[in-house]
């Protein structure tokens, strides 16, 4: 606000909400806006083949699976953790881990207190279960290794240094970047089905 002091912390969203990003209330968040943002936002800062990016949309509904297929038994609450693991995205993007590193402040509880709203929003714990988190941590790191290999030009023996090898016998999804509304809507129907309302 002009002459309140403090720099303007929020962001308007096409649903007419204000999300202040330091102080977010999940009384400002829709799930259409984090569909309509995450499909906009490319992974690997946009360095894939094809002529569309691959969302962070895209990522997030490939994780949800991935996490299924690693533990068939979670229910639906977890799975719709994880298919939004990544939905403070829709607002401070995604930002490669290096660049993280190198940020003067800690970016993580920005995206944790994100992370918060965003789950309290659609009646989740506020946080992820520790074992849960890792379940996340491996899926989210397998799926980079079928992104890196896939679309974004990595070898493979650099990629499972970097991200580890797929489990022995886990078939290896095949990607193939979508236009944002295309992948805006694939979010959208993966987290109605997910979503207990």
Known sequence: MPG??????????????RLDLLEPSPLDIEIEDIAHGLARVARWNGQTKGPHAFSVAQH?????????DLNPRLGREAKLMALLHDAPE????????PFKSAIGFNYKDLELRLQAAIHLRFGLPALVPKALAALFKKADHLSAYH??????????????????????????PRLVPLPTAEAQAQFLERFHRLSPR
């Open 4 to 17: 309140s002091g403090r720099p303007r912390a929020w962001q308007r969203m096409l649903s007419g909400r």
């Open 60 to 68: 997030c509904v490939l994780v949800e699976r991935l996490v299924a």
């Open 90 to 97: 829709y607002v401070v993007g995604d930002l490669i881990s």
């Open 147 to 172: 992104e890196a290999t896939q679309l974004a030009g990595f070898e493979e023996p650099v990629a499972r240094k970097l991200f580890g090898a797929p489990p022995g016998g886990m078939k290896s």
